[in-house]
């Protein structure tokens, strides 16, 4: 598949590389390796990140990560490994990773260790350039990019950007769960309505639940346009929203429309710290979708394993786990959808 060019950011040295990594993310990694993979001409293919091992032996992910990476068209293609944490443990793995990536004949491009805010280049033993204790940089310096792909703030650990997505509680989960049974009881109403007519003919039937499906349409389209505008629907409606999503045809229209627009991001997420526990999933996998249309894999996973934690058997979120972990890029997302 061919993809529109895609948005880029000018890099013009390491410290430039592991600000943007940071900002694409959304999280600054830490007791991770990550391989950045990229293309002559394509420029950032994706970043692929892996909890540092305690013994690389056996360190079962690798083989796997890399061959995600070999499965890229290989003229041009090449990797850099940043290693967060200790110099041991980050020594260990990037070699680990170099040899998985000799074996695959994927060159590797530069060698980084990052800690405490400073860098080190492994693979450069000149003091001039390179200093034994590293090279001091700024985590959250702006990068001169015409587009963004993530979020525009990297928040400083995966703990504080775990709390993003924490659902709501108190007085606001009690409203949520009061809206939440007047939601159901709605949708019952229309469902029994619908039945009631099966007496009359199948036609008859099919152009009520067509009528239903549409008029849910519409309620999704209206909330879509509140949130353009920065303003979240209240309480019954959040519910209701929560609650239409997770039927197949609005599910399926919601996902066809999911951008990476910062306003959706904000959308779902809101939806999803409000929803009520059984109706998280569909929100989730739409966040999901979202942030993985934006490149922010690190938001992309966490609403894939909210979803799929409060419902294992989840369809898209399992296949959405699956791309996440293969680092689909941004434009393939759509194809997912494309039949």
Not at 123 to 142: E, I, K, L
Not at 169 to 186: D, I, K, N, P, S
Not at 215 to 242: M, N, W
Not at 269 to 280: G, H, I, S
Request: aromatic fraction near 6%.
């Amino acid at each position: 598949m061919s993809h529109a060019d895609p948005p880029f950011a000018r890099l013009t040295g390491p410290a430039d590389v592991l600000a943007f990594v940071s900002y694409l993310l959304g999280v600054k990694p830490a007791s991770s390796l990550l391989l950045v993979a990229m293309h002559g001409r394509d420029g950032l293919v994706f970043v692929m990140r892996l909890d540092l091992p305690e013994n690389t032996a056996v360190w079962q992910q690798l083989p796997q990560a890399v061959d995600r990476i070999a499965a890229y068209p290989q003229d041009g293609l090449f990797v850099v490994l940043i290693g967060y944490g200790p110099a041991g443990p980050v020594e260990a793995a990037v070699e680990a990773a170099r040899a998985e990536l000799t074996r695959t004949a994927v060159p590797v491009r530069d060698t980084l260790r990052v800690s405490e805010g400073r860098f080190w280049r492994l693979d450069c033993a000149d003091p001039a350039c390179c200093p034994a204790d590293g090279v001091r940089f700024d985590q959250v310096a702006s990068i001169a990019t015409t587009a963004v792909y993530a979020a525009p703030v990297a928040l400083p650990d995966r703990r504080t950007f775990d709390a993003t997505l924490a659902p709501v509680t108190g007085e606001a989960r009690l409203r949520m769960r009061v809206a939440t049974a007047t939601a159901c009881a709605y949708l019952s109403d229309l469902v029994e309505g619908s039945a009631a007519l099966r007496g009359r003919g199948a036609t008859v039937n099919k152009q009520v639940g067509r009528a239903i499906h549409l008029a849910l349409q519409d309620y999704l389209l209206e909330a879509r346009e509140a949130y353009r505008q920065a303003q979240p629907v209240d309480d019954l409606y959040a519910a209701t929203l929560t609650v239409i999503v997770d039927l197949p045809a609005v599910h399926t229209l919601a996902a066809r429309l999911t951008g990476s627009e910062p306003w959706q991001i904000l959308m779902w997420t809101d939806l999803v710290r409000r929803a009520d526990p059984q109706f998280t999933a569909a929100p989730a996998t739409l966040l999901a979708l979202c942030a993985m249309r934006a490149g922010n894999l690190v938001l992309a996973d966490l609403a894939v394993q909210r979803a799929l934690a409060t419902e294992p058997d989840h369809r898209l979120g399992q296949r959405l786990a699956q791309a996440i972990n293969a680092g689909i890029h941004p434009d393939d997302v759509a194809a997912m959808f494309a039949n």
